[in-house]
T-cell receptor, first 112, second 112 residues
Framework: DAGVIQSPRHEVTEMGQEVTLRCKPI?????LFWYRQTMMRGLELLIY????????DSGMPEDRFSAKMPNASFSTLKIQPSEPRDSAVYFC??????????FGDGTRLSIL | GDSVTQMEGPVTLSEEAFLTINCTYT??????LFWYVQYPGEGLQLLLK?????DKGSNKGFEATYRKETTSFHLEKGSVQVSDSAVYFC???????????FGAGTQVVVTP
């Protein structure tokens, strides 16, 4: 079975540009989570969805960050405009009720 | 709110040594508990889990027992290998939507 699929795996862009990260959860999973991981702050939960509806976005750092889940098989995390301090590894994870989260391999984002 | 505290790293040990990583939690009720492992350049992978008091989770030689009386879920392995070098995260299931509360992670370095 395919796991959580994230794209791109690596992204390098200049500050001020719009960045879109993509995630395809495991088929049948109804919860989706976006995390950010840095050396300084560790693993941070940004936002999560259940049945495509955002449940808690209190971890989203600023209005420059937005996330959508238009259907059960796709989600995006957008940063506009991007800043160097947004450089991090962004993970998507999915789960079905009462089951552990399954993580993707992450997107390594570098903002120059 | 719910929280997870795990011992700081890095933990450095020689091959075939005994490994313990301490994890304690604060939560309302009796949440499910998990250990995840993250190898360099990869996402988090579920290592083991326990869903109720006195349950023992085990996988790949690793074990952890859910101790309600001490609110702990310490990870142990009797004889580590170089390939066990990774970051280990303790986590609890924090709500009915599947949100997890992760610890800060403990880096383990095993030398030949």
């Amino acid at each position: 079975d395919a796991g959580v699929i994230q794209s791109p795996r690596h992204e390098v862009t200049e500050m001020g540009q719009e960045v879109t990260l993509r995630c395809k959860p495991i088929s049948g999973h109804n919860s989706l989570f976006w995390y950010r991981q840095t050396m300084m702050r560790g693993l941070e939960l940004l936002i999560y969805f259940n049945n495509n509806v955002p449940i808690d976005d209190s971890g989203m750092p600023e209005d420059r960050f937005s996330a959508k889940m238009p259907n059960a098989s796709f989600s995006t995390l957008k940063i506009q405009p991007s800043e160097p301090r947004d450089s991090a590894v962004y993970f998507c994870a999915s789960s079905s009720h009462n089951q552990p989260q399954h993580f993707g391999d992450g997107t390594r984002l570098s903002i120059l | 709110g719910d929280s997870v505290t795990q011992m700081e790293g890095p933990v450095t040990l020689s091959e075939e040594a005994f490994l313990t990583i301490n994890c304690t939690y604060t939560a309302t009720g009796y949440p499910s508990l998990f250990w995840y492992v993250q190898y360099p350049g990869e996402g988090l992978q579920l290592l083991l889990k326990a869903t109720k008091a006195d349950d023992k989770g085990s996988n790949k030689g690793f074990e952890a027992t859910y101790r309600k009386e001490t609110t702990s879920f310490h990870l142990e392995k009797g004889s580590v290998q170089v390939s066990d070098s990774a970051v280990y995260f303790c986590a609890l299931k924090a709500d009915s939507w599947g949100k997890f509360q992760f610890g800060a992670g403990t880096q383990v370095v095993v030398t030949p």
